[in-house]
Nanobody, 115 residues
Framework: QVQLVESGGGLVQPGESLRLSCAASESIFSINFMGWYRQAPGKERELVAAIISGGITNYGGSVKGRFTISRDNAKNTVYLQMNSLKPEDTAVYYC?????????WGQGTQVTVSS
């Protein structure tokens, strides 16, 4: 059972940056797929960014060019660097991992972008 713990959320103004972290309870070296999803009030959960074991990344259309996902296998941590934040980025952000045919989710961290 993999435990995922997110951190780094908060309240920022439009145009500012945040970095989210997702710390895993075990080595992420063998986790093929890790990603960040978000869910805004009244909306479905959507993929924000994903990274696979080979380092290939994929981004949701609304965040391309502004967000960057990365992983540090030595620290068992996945990051989401979010730049040029917009009010529409406001949501609860969840870390996700797919390992041994199981889905694992973190508890979520709130990101609010407001002036």
């Amino acid at each position: 059972q993999v435990q995922l713990v997110e951190s780094g959320g908060g309240l920022v103004q439009p145009g500012e940056s945040l970095r989210l972290s997702c710390a895993a309870s075990e080595s992420i070296f063998s986790i093929n797929f890790m990603g960040w999803y978000r869910q805004a009030p009244g909306k479905e959960r959507e993929l924000v960014a994903a990274i696979i074991s080979g380092g290939i990344t994929n981004y949701g259309g609304s965040v391309k060019g502004r967000f960057t996902i990365s992983r540090d296998n030595a620290k068992n941590t996945v990051y989401l660097q979010m730049n040029s934040l917009k009010p529409e980025d406001t949501a609860v952000y969840y870390c996700y991992a797919y390992l041994r045919s199981n889905d694992y989710w973190g508890q979520g961290t709130q990101v609010t972008v407001s002036s």
